[in-house]
């Protein structure tokens, strides 16, 4: 567990109640400091969690039975939650606040199927390079050997893309008209000149659950 920022503001005023004067900048400075420490600390832990990679997430792989997915592992994620449809049960991964993290769908066989990302705080690798949910989806594009595909669904459809084994989709939300219309023309995907600016990645995972 890494220490808080506020945590170590906390600590810093128990520890000046109890001894001699200090002077403001001293105060000031070992405050920065603390603070810094508390920062780094926060980054590592997020730096250091696992990457999702076309076959797994940490100890979630596809293919494991679901029966044995550890309960908790530190690092990642301390609980899960099944949900149950007619289609499929899926597994909220969640943080040390409840804050889902990641999904990972069994299509009723056992095993686990696909994993998905949630959390803008996890990240999936693609040869060097780390991407996330809320980033550019031009990085998608500027993938080596990124390619798009039509996916069908519900009388309608959507293009998505593949890069190194993962799959990629745009977030919808606050997309400009023209641009939306050719997200969802089968006819032909959307051209990379045409991708706005403001379209960020809305969807990491191993496959599609649909």
Known sequence: MFITAALALG???LGSCGGGRKSAAADSSAMDSIVEAAAEAENEVLENRPVLTPDSL??????MLVTEIPQDFNGLYVSFTPEVTPDAQTF???GEKGEPLFSAYDFLEGKVDIISLLSPTLGASVGEKILHIGDSFRDVLA???ASSEWIAYDEGGLWYWKAGGLWFGVNEA???SSFAQELCNPARPPKAASMPE????GYIGTGLPF
Do not use: E, Q
């Open 11 to 13: 600590l810093l005023g």
């Open 58 to 63: 940490g100890p979630v792989k596809l293919g």
């Open 92 to 94: 909220i991964f969640s």
């Open 143 to 145: 993938l080596p050997g």
């Open 174 to 176: 606050g997309l400009d």
């Open 198 to 201: 403001s379209a960020t990645i």
